[in-house]
């Protein structure tokens, strides 16, 4: 059975789903993104992901306190491994030196 991955950050537009794409074929992990703070992320974060999620991965907790939010409204999340990652959002989908960081961050927690 695959592990699940869930990859949260502000609006599931670049660093979350750049994460989830470096799972794709992945025959150990599964992976999906969801956004937090905007009005319409691509893909919302709800309840049934983080009931999904065996580790739910937040870009930034400094700046923009995703596993802050992330706790403050969903708290069934206590109970899941939560991992931050600290990537800022300075960085489009798919930039070379994003997949890079991601990389070496996740090779560190997974």
């Known amino acids: 059975m695959k592990k ?4 949260v950050c502000s609006s599931n537009l670049d660093r979350s789903p750049c994460a989830e794409s470096l799972f794709e074929k ?4 599964e992976a999906k993104s969801a956004g937090l703070w905007t009005s319409k ?10 009931e ?6 937040v870009m930034d907790e400094i700046k923009e306190g995703h596993r802050t939010e992330l706790l403050r409204r969903f708290p069934e999340a206590y109970d899941k491994e939560i991992i931050i990652l ?10 070379p030196k994003l997949k890079e960081l991601l ?7 997974i």
């Open 86 to 95: 600290d990537i800022n959002n300075n960085y489009v989908r798919n930039d």
């Open 52 to 57: 999904w999620a065996d580790v739910i991965f």
């Open 4 to 7: 699940h991955l869930l990859f």
């Open 41 to 50: 992320p691509a893909v919302e974060l709800n309840k049934q992901l983080i």
């Open 103 to 109: 990389k070496a961050r996740l090779k560190k927690n």
């Open 26 to 29: 992945n025959k150990k992990f």
